[in-house]
């Protein structure tokens, strides 16, 4: 086993730690926002000249689906695969059975691992798209909007990764 492997196989035994730990500052982070969108509220309740009410809205609604970001998670899964668990690593080869047949013993463990991986990446990627979707209300800049967009629908992709490369499996 190369050092590369191993350090993946090590840090997939690490992903369900940092993913509590992601969960708890999604926590955190969309309670802040939330105060934030409130105390907006009451400077645009005061007239102050550069709040708005929409923008308040908008941090309040992000911090609370970003309170709720477990939530969230099931929802995306729900709504693109059909079922609101997400599909564990190892499932990659049940759902995949072509596209990673001949792959078994050490480099199945390492694909696992990967897969694992990405799938923590797509939790971040999602967490990142509604605060781009967020950015996009504040700013009213229309470049924000797709971005947004891109990262939530590649994030949930990227949670379910085992069930896209069955898709891909099933297409080619």
Known sequence: MSDL???LVNLSGYVGLFEALFYAIC???GAAMVLIGLFRM???ANMAANATWRGAVATILAGSTIVAF???VGVLNSTLWGAPEVATSDQIFSYAPTLLD???GHAARVVEAIV???QFFGLIAVFRGI????EHVQAGTP???GAGLTFIIAGAVAINLPRFAGLLDELV
């Open 70 to 72: 477990p939530a969230l």
């Open 5 to 7: 492997d191993r350090a």
């Open 42 to 44: 009451t400077q645009r």
């Open 131 to 134: 605060l781009l979707l967020n």
């Open 143 to 145: 470049s924000r909007l």
């Open 27 to 29: 926590f955190v982070c």
């Open 102 to 104: 001949p792959v078994d």
């Open 116 to 118: 694992l991986l990405v």
